[in-house]
Nanobody, 125 residues
């Protein structure tokens, strides 16, 4: 079972940047598809970004394309979400997720078996 811990959330002004990190302490990081989701109050959890276990294939939601980038460091069992040009619509709790032993890109909540506790991102206008 993967154990995921996110960090890096906080309060930022519109137009600013934040970097979220997720450390995976489980045994199958290198064989897991990884994803970032977010959930705003009263809304469903939605995909932000996802990539395959190799990192070669990446999915970014339309709403964040051109502003957010993702990366993974297999040596450190870490995935990073770099968020630029933030706006109020980006305010949400952000979650890191792992799809164990999955080599392809997963984009649905049901496709991920392990979740972090979430980190709050608040963008003030």
């Amino acid at each position: 079972q993967e154990q995921l811990v996110e960090s890096g959330g906080g309060l930022v002004q519109a137009g600013g940047s934040l970097t979220l990190s997720c450390v995976d302490s489980g045994p199958t990081f290198s064989n897991s598809g990884m994803g970032w989701f977010r959930q705003a109050p009263g809304k469903e959890r939605e995909i932000v970004a996802s990539f395959s276990s190799s990192g070669a294939n990446v999915y970014l939601a339309k709403s964040v394309k051109g502003r957010f980038t993702v990366s993974r460091d297999t040596a450190k069992n870490t995935v990073t979400l770099q968020m630029n040009a933030l706006n109020s619509a980006d305010t949400a709790v952000y979650y890191c997720a792992a799809a164990q032993r999955t080599s392809w890109v997963v984009t649905t909540v049901a496709g991920f078996s392990s979740w972090g506790q979430g980190t709050q991102v608040t963008v003030s206008s």
